[in-house]
T-cell receptor, first 115, second 118 residues
Framework: AQSVSQHNHHVILSEAASLELGCNYS??????LFWYVQYPGQHLQLLLK??????LVKGIKGFEAEFIKSKFSFNLRKPSVQWSDTAEYFC?????????????FGKGTHLIIQP | DVKVTQSSRYLVKRTGEKVFLECVQD?????MFWYRQDPGLGLRLIYF???????EKGDIPEGYSVSREKKERFSLILESASTNQTSMYLC?????????????????FGPGTRLTVL
């Protein structure tokens, strides 16, 4: 079974600061990797995903993530955050291979951006 | 756009009641999922369904059952609600699109049902 660890449960930054949220997973096989975001009062929505190819993945709203296979990591980054980035961020994985398995989520990181 | 809807945004039930949470998707997706979301625990998979009349247990199926009689609808059932089932319940759907042996499609989530069991 997979597991996902998100390093920080709460992060507070000022606008224009750079962001990096850590995510590590454990699984012996090939995985698909995702970052989801949940803005206050809104649906969970996909920020970006990695299946194969270039390990640097770009998503919506200026976010990117880098898959480092040797470190089992998929950290989320943004060079300059905005107040509107205040949200909860979830890293998730599932086993690659064509199955219909659900996602295994990390516990989430609550990000607060101060104006 | 994919649309996943859930029957209620907020629900209050009493201990011991039978509770039905309904989820409908409009994109003819084969796979559907039920998660619960709790503060500090993230999302945890309760049940999922590969297709109509098929179901599989997720990580925390105890106290829950599901029904998938039609492709677009996936119901979560709490046979006898308990206070520890107070939570946010999220439904998701996904189509099967395998590329190079890997399932490449994204799960789309509904808005959630916040269930309180008194």
């Amino acid at each position: 079974a997979q597991s996902v660890s998100q390093h920080n449960h709460h992060v507070i930054l000022s606008e224009a600061a750079s962001l990096e949220l850590g995510c590590n997973y454990s699984y012996g096989g090939t995985v698909n990797l995702f970052w989801y975001v949940q803005y206050p009062g809104q649906h969970l929505q996909l920020l970006l995903k990695y299946f194969s190819g270039d390990p640097l993945v770009k998503g919506i709203k200026g976010f990117e993530a880098e898959f480092i296979k040797s470190k089992f990591s998929f950290n989320l980054r943004k060079p300059s955050v905005q107040w509107s980035d205040t949200a909860e961020y979830f890293c998730a994985v599932n086993a690659a291979g064509g199955g219909a398995d659900g996602l295994t989520f990390g516990k989430g990181t609550h990000l607060i951006i101060q104006p | 756009d994919v649309k996943v809807t859930q029957s209620s945004r907020y629900l209050v039930k009493r201990t011991g009641e039978k509770v039905f949470l309904e989820c409908v998707q409009d994109m003819d997706h084969e796979n559907m999922f039920w998660y619960r979301q709790d503060p500090g625990l993230g999302l945890r998979l309760i049940y999922f369904s590969y297709d109509v009349k098929m179901k599989e247990k997720g990580d925390i199926p105890e106290g829950y059952s599901v029904s998938r009689e039609k492709k677009e609808r996936f119901s979560l059932i709490l046979e006898s609600a308990s206070t520890n089932q107070t939570s946010m319940y999220l439904c998701a759907s996904r189509t099967r699109n395998v590329f190079g042996g890997r399932d490449t499609d994204t799960q789309y989530f509904g808005p959630g049902t916040r269930l309180t069991v008194l």
